[in-house]
Every structure is written in C-alpha cells, then in structure tokens.
C-alpha cells in the first residue's frame, strides 16, 4: 500500500510541546512510500525538465506525479484507492490532478472540491493539496473534500484514506511522531527513512478487496509481490521533504530498485 505521512506545524498556541519546538526549525514534513508496479517507467525525484519549478518524481506514462513541490511552496501527493472495481474506460491520469495543481493558481480548497466534482471520470484516489498554512484532503469514492488538520496526518488507501485506522497506518504514525520529537535534525531524514523501510507484517487492512490479496500488502513497506508473470509490485521508493522555517527545503528520495542512488534536491520557497 502506499502510505504518506504529514507534518504540519501547529498554531503557536496549539499542539504538544515537542511539536511546538518542532514547527521553530520546521513547517512541514512529508514522508512516503510510493507502491507501483517496479518496472513501470518513472522519473526520479527532480527537477522537471519541461517545468523547473516543479521538484517531483514523474509518471513517465501518464505525465503526472505521485508527490510534488513547487518553488512557491504548493505541494501535493495523491493515493489510489484499494478497490476491486476496474477504472472507468477512459479514464485520466490521476497523477495529473497533482501536476495541474502544483503549475496552477487554484487554492487548495478549490483543487479539492473539483477534484471530487469531476471524481466520477477517475479510478479511485485519495489526493492532498497543499499551500502556505491550508492543505486539503479529497476523496472521490468517499468523505468529500475535508481541510486537514495541523499535527500528524496519515494518508492511506482506504475510501476516504485520511487518517484512516488501518493497522499500517496506526504504526506508521506512531513511529513517524517518534521519529519527529526525538531524532536531532542532522539524522532526521535517515530516522524517516527507517520508519517508511518498516517490513513487519502487520494484521489486515479493512478493504473489500481479497484477504489473500491483503496478505500480501499489510506492511508499511511492501515487499515485492509478483501480479503476473515476470511482474512484480511493492514499495518501489521512499520519499522525504523537510521544509524549514526560513523556507528552505530538502527533498531526498531513496530507490528499493537495485543500482539506484539516493537522489537529493535543495531549494527554497521564498
């Protein structure tokens, strides 16, 4: 499954207290596993090559993107939804509602509410999109569009996904708080990588989909799973933005895929 943890800096008065220390070296943190098929073509995170203000991984065939940034500080991620039902014939990429997102103007809100207007046309997805101190959650198989809320945030496959009780997700955010109030900062991204490469089997998710299908997929981090013949599907790769108070960010993704190097962007929102 994939699974996207949020971070987002409390209000002065608000949020414990090592969450309050937290958000006067931090605004957000995103830490996530990306699942996919491991030979479907993808770029690594980066730069786009036809759009530079965007920092991303890219879907090479749909053209959209899983988890995104832009130089303006608009960032968006989107999950599918773990569903039995095929996807509608025809149906659009759903990485490209983050891509329209982070190359447009729309507000947060805005993206969210027509995210699950034109759901309909879709396969299943949860989608966060966020900017400057809104973010919001959309949903179009269930839940609507929702704000989200400051502190940690879990995003799952579930219908609606945010901050759903899934076994996965209920560990994962425990680890991933832990990681944020105890690791110093120089470690921290090292420190979440180690919750996103968690490989203990966990009891299952509450989906409709096969319990021998999700047998195969109760980890945080999946393990390669062959669908078919010569084709294996799992968490393929773990992704980390730090965004710090002053605006600076650090994006750093690392590959489950052998051969592959950790690649690493710095740059700035201001």
């Known amino acids: 499954m994939c699974l996207v943890f949020v971070w987002r800096a409390p209000a002065s008065d608000a949020g414990k207290a090592w969450e309050r220390e937290l958000a006067k070296r931090y605004r957000l943190v995103i830490a996530s596993n990306r699942d996919e098929i491991l030979s479907r073509p993808a770029d690594r995170l980066g730069r786009w090559r036809d759009n530079e203000k965007v920092i991303g991984g890219r879907d090479r065939a749909g053209g959209g993107t899983w988890l995104g ?146 047998d195969r997929l109760c980890y945080i981090c999946v393990p390669p799973v062959e669908v078919s013949s010569n084709k294996f599907w799992g968490t393929r790769t773990h992704t980390v933005f730090l965004v710090r108070a002053d605006g600076s960010v650090t994006a750093v993704e690392r590959s489950r895929l052998p051969g592959e190097a950790d690649v690493r962007e710095e740059f700035s929102i201001f």
């Open 69 to 214: 940034m832009s130089d303006g500080g608009r960032w968006s991620c989107i999950l599918n939804v773990r569903e039995p039902e095929a996807a509608p014939p025809d149906a659009p990429s759903r990485g490209a509602l983050c891509a329209n997102f982070l190359l447009g103007e729309s507000t947060p809100e805005d993206a969210a509410r027509a995210a699950v207007r034109d759901g309909a046309r879709y396969a299943g997805f949860n989608t966060v999109f966020g900017s400057g101190e809104d973010a919001w959650h959309a949903c179009n198989r269930s839940g609507g569009a929702v704000r989200m809320p400051r502190g940690v945030s879990v995003v799952t496959n579930a219908a609606p996904g945010l901050d759903a009780p899934w076994p996965t997700a209920q560990r994962g955010r425990a680890r991933f708080a832990e990681a944020l109030r105890s690791a110093a900062d120089d470690a921290l991204v090292e420190a979440l990588f180690a919750v996103l490469a968690d490989g203990e089997k966990l009891a299952l998710s509450p989906t409709h989909m096969p319990d021998s299908v999700e």
